[in-house]
């Protein structure tokens, strides 16, 4: 019986079955991914064009819930689909290969090109001063994945100065959460279940504790996004959801509760951050698991990742090369369909190939289990294992 008729009846849908009826591939995931990484951007717009007071007084205003949301519901879909990998791979070594290969090419490339052409480009400094100064060479070691913000330099006299690529502060935390659910695999969440809700309250009650020490035992509320060490409670909600996945229902009306209460949570309740990291999850992933028909922009390929590496450096190389274009439209239709076009070079010509060594990554597995499955076992337990 297709989904829709089954909902219509009132049968019981997962989510699933959901993602069955699509063959484990719906397209939601797609635009989710799409839509996420735009709206970072969009995000973005005020405080590249206008400053950090005027991004503070969007942060205060009715847009707040929605920007509190985008980040995290980007960690929910980065928990649901890497617990998806980590299921599919025999072992951890596929899983942490894999993971790289996606993470570190593209980033690495945009690290360069920030550093080695766009900086020395707008930079107030001499090239021999700038390609010479301390912070170039800190900036180098983004491609490790520990961030640094500032070029010598670069972009002195924007409205938000000095800082190239802001939204690079989310990547050590997504690294947090791979080594997070590696470490997760290893306690056994494959077979327990359990000990991802666990472990999303633990990082709910831990990171509370800790504010709460900070201040004095006084609560200061979060003005803006949730903080890194909270987004891998989003992370791990992710991974809870997909651990339960054929139990959770897909119900459109407890996605529409899930809204109100995320969006309440986020913009007035004290502890919001707390409260919508459930309903945000379910609302993340049911929107996911949806299956809409899939439009060009769909089958093209992922360009999501991209639009995130290159969105802000864009916008604020726009901001400083055109600065009678200071205005929140000129960055959009400007700075969104540039960073498009960088994100699709990006895909074809760096992640995609990427993709390429996964027969190594295959290759390497299987020595590995072969190697693993000649061990001698004693008393009933494989040496080495």
């Known amino acids: ?55 503070f007084a969007l942060w205060a205003s009715p847009w707040r819930p929605l920007l509190r949301a985008i ?48 900086g020395p480009f707008v930079s107030t400094m001499a090239p021999p001063d700038y390609f010479t100064d301390a912070q170039f060479l800190r900036y180098l070691v983004n491609v490790t994945g520990h961030i640094s913000y500032q070029l010598p330099g670069v972009f002195t006299g924007n409205p938000f100065p000095d800082i190239v ?8 935390f997504e690294l947090y959460c791979y080594l997070a659910l590696i470490v997760a695999a290893l306690a056994g969440i494959r077979r327990h279940r359990l000990l991802t809700v666990i472990a999303v309250i633990l990082v709910m009650a831990g990171h509370l504790a800790a504010r709460l020490i900070r201040h004095g035992g006084h609560y ?30 897909a119900n459109p009306l ?8 995320a969006g309440v949570s986020l913009a007035v309740l004290p502890l919001g951050e ?21 439009t060009v922009i769909a089958k093209a ?29 000129w960055n959009a239709l400007i700075c969104i369909p540039l960073a498009t076009i960088l994100a699709a070079i990006s895909w074809h010509w760096i992640e995609l190939p990427a993709t390429k060594f996964r027969p190594v990554l295959n290759r390497l597995e299987n020595r590995w289990v072969a190697f693993m499955a000649r061990l001698p076992k004693v008393g009933g337990v494989q040496q080495g294992a």
């Open 71 to 118: 980040v995290p519901a980007f960690f929910v879909l980065s928990g649901f689909l890497v617990c998806g990998s980590l299921y599919r791979c025999r072992t951890l070594f596929m899983f942490a290969g894999l993971r790289a290969i996606r993470i570190y090419p593209a980033l690495s490339v945009e690290v360069l090109i920030s550093a080695f052409l766009m």
């Open 254 to 261: 407890l996605a529409a509760v899930s809204a109100a209460v």
């Open 220 to 249: 200061e509320p979060i003005l803006g996004a949730p903080p890194g060490p909270l987004l891998i409670g989003y992370f791990l909600a992710g991974i809870a959801f997909y651990q339960y996945r054929d139990e959770v229902p």
């Open 1 to 55: 019986m297709p989904i829709s008729a089954s909902m219509d009846r009132g049968v019981f849908v997962s989510l699933g079955a959901r993602m069955a009826s699509a063959d484990g591939r719906p397209s939601g995931f797609d635009y989710m991914r799409l839509f996420l990484a735009v709206s970072v951007m969009v995000m973005h717009i005020t405080i590249t064009t206008y400053g950090q007071q005027a991004d």
């Open 165 to 172: 690529n802001a939204q690079l502060w989310t990547v050590p």
């Open 274 to 294: 707390y409260v919508a990291i459930p309903a945000l999850g379910y609302l993340t992933v049911y929107l996911g698991t949806a299956d809409p028909r899939r």
């Open 301 to 329: 390929a992922d360009y999501s990742y991209g639009i995130y590496l290159y969105g802000f450096v864009v916008q604020q190389f726009v901001m400083a090369l055109w600065p009678h274009l200071r205005t929140w439209y």
